[in-house]
């Protein structure tokens, strides 16, 4: 992490991105997509946790040993959703007995 | 013949560390390495909110209609605007503005508060509508039990969200401290910026949280 300071404008316009975000997700809550809805609804709270934590976070500008730790603690979450839904999400599956 | 140590020293320098440089870089990671605890924390939460979900999907949309969406959308603005607040007091910090380091801090937790506010009113109506999972617990008849596996999920995720928004309040309130007797200078911005990581993490729990408790099924009403 150098002594890297963003101008208050990038600030500004992550800010009116997440708005825009917020507002998105409000309103695609009220349409029917189906299965859709949750993935439209996670794929924009994904996508604004991305923002703030590239900008707000500074690890866009941050030492690849941090980047190294940011991706590690997603990777990790996948493998603890992956895991626990690998069991309780196929328990219906089965078709024998 | 071992050099003065006093020569270069930083008086913001500890002596283990070579530079600033690096004493700033080591205080980021560190607080990352926790913030990596922090997400499998919250990840526990999410993997059984997910789980019991996909099991109860009607019963998880029916308690869904009975958040407060209003306030909820409301939170989220509220929190969202406190991370610009805390960036640009971070910022503030990196450029050595000190007055401006508090005002920014100021706003941070008038904003955490007007979060905490709101919630409690939320909390306060749930009570009221018999939504608190237990003997009281009141629901359309159909969903009654799996409508409580909901709530409990809610209180307790927006309950722990709750208490790391008090907690970084009161780490702002040493940080404005800490600005305001000098202890915090250009060169030594580092507590100022992993606390702005931290407040920053408990604002992106809320924008997973948000969508995930209060919209769900929205377009059937």
Known sequence: MSDHILPKRTYYTIYAILLVCTYLTWQVAFFDLGALNTVAA??????????????FMHVKYS??????????????????????????????????? | MLPDPAAHHHPALAHHFADLEQQKEAASLGMWLFLVTEVLFFGGLF??????????????????????????????????????????????AQVGERRVVMWFLAATMLLGLAFLGIKAFEYYT????????????????????????FFSLYFVMTGLHALHMIIGL????????WVW????????????????????????????????????G???H
């Open chain 2, 181 to 216: 007797r000098g202890t915090i200078t250009r060169e030594y911005s580092s507590p100022i910026e992993i606390s702005g990581l931290y407040w920053h993490f408990v604002d992106i729990v809320w924008i997973f949280l948000f969508p995930l408790l209060y919209l769900i």
């Open chain 2, 218 to 220: 929205r377009h059937a």
């Open chain 1, 63 to 97: 030492t690849r040993l941090t980047w190294i730790v940011v991706v590690g603690s997603v990777f990790w979450l996948g493998i603890l959703l992956a895991l626990t839904f690998n069991d309780y999400l196929t328990r219906g599956w089965r078709t024998y007995g």
């Open chain 2, 47 to 92: 993997a059984v909110y997910s789980v019991y979900r996909s099991w109860y999907p009607e019963a998880f949309a029916a308690a869904s209609h009975e958040m407060v969406v209003w306030a909820g959308t409301t939170n989220t603005v509220v929190l969202i605007t406190s991370s610009l607040t805390m960036a640009l007091a971070v910022r503030a």
């Open chain 2, 126 to 149: 749930e009570f009221a509508e018999h939504h608190v999972p237990g003997a009281g617990f009141e629901f359309e008849a159909t969903h009654v039990r799996h409508a409580q596996i």
């Open chain 1, 42 to 55: 996670l794929a924009i709270a994904v996508f604004k946790a991305a923002i703030v934590v590239l900008f």
């Open chain 2, 170 to 177: 009161g780490l702002m309130a040493v940080m404005f401290q």
